[in-house]
């Protein structure tokens, strides 16, 4: 069964800096991965995404993500933090017609 | 292009009535829709699979009698919570994957948030 792990419950940021939330996969094959947001009380909304190629993906708000196979991680990134950027973060993998959500990491960027 | 949106937004019942909830693909086909459920400051958890034209695939732990779905259209799936008690209140998101498209990206909808009293 595949599996994403998001170690961080929080990330706390000042804005202007660098950000990072980290997330981990398990899943036999290729993966596909995913990002999403989440602001308060709404749907998610799509950031970025890896299905082949490239290893670093740009996407949207500035977003990007390493795919990293042999650490088997697909890490957030941003060179600089918005008070905006402000939000819950889900990293996805899909796999067999399934897309399956890591547990969240909210994402904190003071002024 | 690729919007998915929820109706309603939000819903407050009482305990023991049925609830529906609408989700549509407002500008593209959808064979295949989801339905999650996401407690407070908690992941999404998948419910079902909607399948167009077919009975839902419910995921273990989800009782099919209680959370009916059905997959009218190619646009159109819908979510009835039945007898609903208050240990259903939750916020219930649902999202569509285009047919034909690449990387079997879904499109989520913005959510419903259901309060059983």
């Known amino acids: 069964a595949q599996s994403v792990a998001q170690p961080e419950d929080q990330v706390n940021v000042a804005e202007g800096n660098p950000l990072t939330v980290k997330c981990t996969y398990s899943?036999?094959?290729?993966?596909?991965l995913f990002w999403y947001v989440q602001y308060p009380n709404r749907g998610l909304q799509f950031l970025l995404k890896?299905?082949?190629?490239?290893?670093l993906v740009k996407g949207s708000y500035g977003f990007e993500a390493e795919f990293n196979k042999s650490q088997t991680s697909f890490h957030l990134k941003k060179p600089s933090a918005l008070v905006s950027d402000s939000a819950l973060y889900f990293c996805?993998?899909?796999?067999?017609?399934?897309?399956?959500f890591g547990k969240g990491t909210m994402l904190l960027v003071s002024p | 292009g690729a919007v998915v949106s929820q109706h309603p937004s939000w819903v407050i019942c009482k305990s023991g009535t049925s609830v529906k909830i609408e989700c549509r693909s407002l500008?593209?086909?959808?064979?295949?829709m989801f339905w999650y459920r996401q407690f407070p400051k908690q992941s999404l958890m998948l419910m079902a699979t909607?399948?167009?034209?077919?009975?839902?695939?419910?995921e273990q732990g989800v009782e099919k009698d209680k959370f009916l779905i059905n997959h009218a259209s190619l646009t159109l799936s819908t979510l009835t919570v039945t007898s609903a008690h208050p240990e259903d209140s939750s916020f219930y998101i649902c999202?569509?994957?285009?047919?034909?498209?690449?990387?079997?990206?879904?499109?989520f909808g913005p959510g419903t948030r259901l309060t059983v009293l």
């Open positions: 890896y299905i082949t190629g490239d290893n």
């Open positions: 999202s569509a994957r285009i047919d034909g498209g690449a990387g079997n990206e879904q499109f």
């Open positions: 996805a993998v899909h796999r067999y017609s399934t897309l399956t």
């Open positions: 899943v036999s094959g290729n993966p596909y």
């Open positions: 909607s399948n167009e034209g077919s009975k839902a695939t419910y």
């Open positions: 500008d593209f086909q959808a064979t295949t």
